[in-house]
């Protein structure tokens, strides 16, 4: 059945397989849809019209979503090497460009770590002072944080200085990384987890009474315990 269109449909479609950019496609396709007669012999035609306004729309939303500012999401702890050689960095981390800083995850004694790199702390004020623990080439007199100077940019040693301790859970090979003095109850808290009046947890570690002892919320972690939360 003939769909029974103007002419200015059809210059229309014409217009529409010419055109490159995709607002200007979309405008087309409204109004093809628009003057399009509505009867059961262009249902097929509209049905047509309509897949490709929607097709159009996700692509042109792929692509937006492409060009989006990039954030640097803070994960704890986060390390910052400062003033080192971008070379000497390279070659022992794997890191990735952030604007004017490198960043990455890397694994430390069992634990996910996110670096960044900078050559100086300008280069990302903002990163740099969310930035709990800083190791620099030299002293750069950085004041109300926890600095260590070293020729050598050994991470695992700057984590035990500032004082931060690997838990593991359950079957996990990876560790968490906790602050030293933490709870069971902490732990908790950094997992998401939801206990009641009786949870417990049950430890294994060097500093327990017996493997898989039981013990309250309010236990204080030690380096290298393994817990096995039980709500």
Known sequence: ????APSRYYELSEAYS????PKKKEEILIEMMHI?????GSEREFGYLRRRLSLLRKESGKKSKKHKVQTLKKKWPRVCLLGYREDEISSRFKLAKFESVSYGVIIVDDMHIQVVYMKKKEDNLEIFEQSDIVISDRDYGIKGKFC???????I????????IIRVYTEESKDAIPMMKGS?????????GLKTGKNSYAEVYGNNVKFQGQSVSLNYVLNDGDKVFIRT
């Open 36 to 40: 399009l007669p509505k009867h059961k």
């Open 18 to 21: 010419k055109e490159k950019d």
């Open 183 to 191: 709870t069971v109850r902490d732990l908790v808290k950094e997992l």
């Open 156 to 163: 695992m040693q700057a984590l035990k200085e500032f004082g």
């Open 1 to 4: 059945m003939p769909i029974n």
């Open 148 to 154: 260590v100077v070293s020729k050598d940019p050994s």
